[in-house]
């Protein structure tokens, strides 16, 4: 009678145990993951670097990027990040970027956008009483 008891206690734990690895497998493969905080990753938003160890860094938007770099002294060689207007990756020292009142990426509440294209960044910041950044005041500006 106890080793009936053993055995259906081990057998719960397997079970209770499987459980995450079962429920994960159904759910299926949830994309990329920022690695600040662990959101899946929208491409409209996608930013990416690599750090001082060589390992590459993706996160879900710019304001998670930079709040990396801030954080973890990082000083990426190269910021690539996705131009709205088009989903093209582009160099972050080559973009525009537009403070504007439209959230950009709901779950960190971020305002800022990027555009490839002046034009765009201009019409963007006019359209939704935004700014385009310059000098300090752009994200990736200025590290070091």
Not at 19 to 42: F, K, Q, S
Not at 51 to 59: A, H, S, T
Not at 97 to 109: P, W
Request: charged share 30%; aromatic share 8%.
């Amino acid at each position: 009678m106890a080793s009936r008891k053993v055995w259906t206690y081990v057998a719960g734990l397997a079970i209770a145990a499987a459980l995450p690895i079962a429920a994960g497998a159904l759910r299926g493969d949830r994309g990329e993951r920022c690695d600040l905080d662990g959101v899946t990753i929208e491409p409209t938003w996608r930013v990416r670097f690599v750090d001082d160890g060589g390992r590459e860094r993706r996160f879900c938007c710019v304001d998670c990027a930079r709040r990396w770099i801030d954080r973890s002294h990082d000083v990426p060689d190269r910021i690539a990040v996705t131009d709205e207007a088009t989903g093209a990756e582009i160099d972050a020292e080559d973009a525009w970027f537009v403070r504007s009142s439209v959230v950009s990426f709901a779950t960190s509440g971020s305002h800022l956008h990027v555009f490839a294209r002046e034009a765009d960044a201009r019409r963007h910041a006019e359209a939704f009483r935004g700014a385009v950044l310059a000098g300090k005041e752009r994200p990736f500006d200025g590290r070091e």
